[in-house]
């Protein structure tokens, strides 16, 4: 059975959305490699004398990023292009007498229109509760909303190019 041109961009679409959220997951792996050169007999514990200051202690806050820096700006920019594409490939499947399985989405897929204003309304949400976790010091957690919703919507796009 030969595959038409749509099939094989559809196809070609799936397997780069793959490689592309396995790279996103491969970063932290490269981050955690070890330098050999250190050692632990390079580090020596000296005992330190005790001192009294009247000032009251205060830790240094971490280092503050702004909202939309480079990497917040990827990240949405990869959550729109993932909701785009989820958007795309469960509007092929129901066109084709496919049903959606996210029953948080099924009410919206009687309408084109619906439909799109659910995923761009997913979208705004991401951004939106990333924002509030920035607002609140969560750095850490306001880069995971985006990174979970990309790898949630791959998934559905891979699922759905699977399952046609």
């Known amino acids: 059975m030969s595959m038409t041109a749509k099939d094989r961009s559809l196809r070609?679409?799936?397997q780069v959305?793959?490689?592309f959220v396995a790279a996103l997951f491969c970063l932290p792996a490269e981050a955690q490699q070890s330098n050999p050169q250190i050692t632990l007999a390079s580090y020596k514990?000296?005992?330190?004398?005790?001192t009294i200051s009247s000032e009251p202690y205060l830790p240094e806050a971490p280092s503050q990023h702004s909202f939309l820096d480079?990497?917040?700006?990827?990240l949405f920019s990869t959550v729109?292009?993932?909701s785009g594409a989820d958007f795309a490939?469960?509007?092929m499947n129901l066109a084709n007498g496919g049903r959606e399985l996210n029953p948080m989405v099924r009410p919206f897929t009687g309408s084109t229109g619906a439909l799109a204003v659910n995923f761009a309304g997913q979208t705004a949400g991401v951004v939106g509760v990333s924002y509030l976790l920035h607002k609140s010091g969560h750095h850490k957690l306001e880069r995971m909303v985006p990174v979970a919703n990309?790898?949630?919507?791959a998934f559905a796009v891979a699922y759905g190019l699977s399952h046609r």
């Open 70 to 74: 480079g990497k917040n700006r990827f």
């Open 17 to 19: 959305s793959f490689i």
């Open 12 to 14: 070609f679409v799936a």
């Open 89 to 91: 490939v469960t509007h």
């Open 80 to 82: 729109a292009m993932f």
């Open 45 to 50: 514990v000296q005992a330190a004398e005790p």
């Open 150 to 153: 990309i790898a949630s919507s």
